[in-house]
């Protein structure tokens, strides 16, 4: 395994589950479900406290100073702080040896950002970077008409939906442009190949388990999955 954690970045109805379950068939690897933008929090206190600190830092030495301390603020220990509450919070209490852990969230399309307080993709994802060690992205798509036909996306209607996708689309784009710890994913397109996942296996620097893949494969995932089944898998 080339990476030390890995993130999948998707919306709602891609097959991101079973992608999570394919993940989780490496041994060592430990892909925990969605948090709801769990790190959205720590991001804003990140960016506040590199907000404040650049604003009144230079006169915050003295008790008089409305800001007094704030030159005391450190972004290091931020995120040090932070990296091991985001490793403890997935990895604690698990019955498997995590040696390289994650999670995969669906709440990356610009109106859930909004809700969530985050603001734009590009920012958010560059924090994950520094909050994850040695991070793969790993971006999952699927057919944008199929999706927006879901349960997931009936509070919108079908045009918004697929522009709300089209712009997650363009957004991972223009900030993975220069990036080489993203892979990104089309489901169907993948689970129609002879070989599927196997470039992302080959991304991860992992071999494929034949009876390990075949395994999730033909397991029911979320509610609508629909139980893709590959006839043969190789080997690494």
């Known amino acids: 395994m080339r990476f030390s954690s890995i993130l999948v970045l998707t919306y709602g ?3 991101s589950t ?7 068939a490496i041994p060592g690897v430990l892909v925990r479900g969605e948090n709801q ?5 720590l991001f804003q206190g990140y960016s506040r406290l590199r907000s404040t600190r650049a604003m009144y830092g230079e006169n915050a030495h003295s008790p008089a100073s409305p800001f007094f301390g704030t030159h005391r603020l450190c972004e290091d220990r931020y995120l040090a702080h932070a990296r091991a509450l985001a490793r403890d919070q997935l990895v604690t209490g698990s019955p ?8 995969k969230e669906t709440r990356y399309t610009r109106a859930l950002l909004e809700e969530d307080g985050v603001g734009p993709l590009a920012p958010y994802l560059d924090f994950l970077a520094k909050l994850f060690p040695d991070p793969a992205f790993i971006v999952l798509t699927r057919n ?13 209607s079908e045009d918004d939906a697929k522009q709300q996708m089209a712009w997650f689309d363009q ?21 129609a ?44």
Do not use: C
């Open 13 to 15: 109805r891609t097959g």
């Open 18 to 24: 079973l992608l999570t379950g394919v993940l989780n």
């Open 37 to 41: 933008n769990m790190f959205a929090g």
């Open 96 to 103: 498997r040896e995590a040696s390289v852990y994650g999670f």
């Open 144 to 156: 944008h008409r199929d999706v927006a036909a879901s349960s997931f996306w009936r509070r919108m």
């Open 171 to 191: 957004d991972i784009a223009d900030w993975s442009a220069e990036r080489t710890d993203v892979f990104k994913v089309d489901y169907d397109a993948v689970l």
């Open 193 to 236: 190949e002879e070989r599927p996942f196997d470039r992302l296996f080959d991304f991860l620097h992992v071999p494929y388990d034949e009876d390990r893949v075949r395994a999730v494969l033909d397991l029911q995932h979320s509610n609508d999955n629909t139980q893709a089944k590959v006839v043969a898998l190789p080997i690494a």
